[in-house]
């Protein structure tokens, strides 16, 4: 197969690894074994991927692009429909949930255990970044409209952020609300914590109901930055996870 050097051919060498990483997982990650999987010419994988780390991280970067532009799309439609920034979030997170349960073997690789031997380059920081900046325009528009309730216990001591995340979020506001950032990083926490417990099937013999449990879930984190995230009337239980 002849695969000098086009867009197309670099899509169809990563849809060849992205196959293998559903089989084998990362570990099974090669120049040489996504030719095989592909049938492509090793010789010419190796001129687009020359090693193991470029392919993963062009998969890495594709994982986080793809699931924020999922979040993406469900936060548009919502705010298209005049949703408050709770049900913003719902939408937005369930989104997330979504795709995960669609993609797990990305979400492994990018929300898993770290792949031995693999450092992530810089390249990989801005698609990252798309996530945690989704859930900060949601919050911070909550800020701004007013929908926010101020919290009982104040964090107290320095600053706990980077200058990356104040960044992010667009300035540090002002009291009550100074340390809304670092609570929007346990939402954030909380939320992919939450996805890993229910993509990896840590939570189907505690709940009966995983989607109603998510929903719940991501309704209680929210309180802690004094955000009001509809739910639906209660709804009877099944096992069903979606």
Known sequence: ???????????????AARHL?????????????????GGFAAADVAAVFPHRDDLLTALIVDAYDDSAAAMERADGEARAAGATAGARL???????????????????????????????????VPPASRTPAVLAGI???????????PPRRTRSGP??????????????????????????????????????FQVFSRTHDSVLDESAHFDFAVAVTAEGIGLDVPLSPDRTPTTHTD
């Open 90 to 124: 719902l939408a937005v997170t369930r989104a997330l949930r979504a795709w995960s349960f669609a993609h797990t073997a990305e979400f492994t690789l990018i929300y898993g255990s770290p792949v031995p031997g693999y450092h992530a380059p810089p390249d990989t």
């Open 139 to 149: 919050v911070r528009a909550a800020l701004e409209a007013g929908e926010l309730t």
């Open 1 to 15: 197969m002849d695969v000098s050097g086009t867009s197309a051919t670099r899509e169809a060498i990563k849809a």
């Open 21 to 37: 990483l559903v089989k084998s997982g990362a570990a099974g990650l090669s120049p040489q074994a996504v030719a095989t999987e």
């Open 159 to 196: 600053p706990l952020l980077r200058p990356e995340a104040v960044e992010l979020f667009g300035g540090v506001p002002g009291a009550p609300f100074s340390d809304l950032i670092e609570r929007g990083i346990v939402l954030w926490s909380g939320l992919i914590g939450l996805l890993v």
